[in-house]
């Protein structure tokens, strides 16, 4: 079944870190745009970072010097280290791929909670 999955997400107090993680076993990373992307109650799903099949890099301004998005082609995985963790970061995250020649995200995944809070 091809599918995408994340992990990682949990609860972290303010200041915090955490490092989630994206995997599949039936979908190839290699050559395909992958990026996290959030979503907090009440509010739309916002861009959070991501990265071309070459590893150029894009972030929301709210993550950037933050967040840090990276991947591993052999594992067939992107990460997402976050750090210096805000209550504002508190949503679900999810992770999405896009092939290079489309603009639509073809694939996400089912999401992991983030909760920063004391």
């Known amino acids: 079944q091809e599918q995408l999955m994340e992990s990682g997400g949990g609860l972290v107090q303010p200041g915090g870190s955490l490092n989630l993680s994206c995997t599949s076993s039936g979908i190839v990373f290699r050559f395909n745009t992958m990026a996290w992307y959030r979503q907090a109650p009440g509010k739309q799903r916002e861009l959070v970072a991501s990265i071309a099949g070459h590893g150029d890099t894009n972030y929301g301004d709210s993550v950037k010097d933050r967040f840090t998005i990276s991947r591993n082609d052999g594992e067939n995985a992107v990460y997402l280290q976050m750090n210096s963790l805000k209550s504002e970061d508190t949503a679900v995250y999810y992770c999405?791929?896009?092939?290079?020649?489309?603009?639509?995200?073809?694939?996400w995944g089912p999401g992991t909670q983030v909760t920063v809070s004391s």
């Open positions: 999405a791929l896009r092939f290079p020649t489309t603009r639509r995200w073809a694939h």
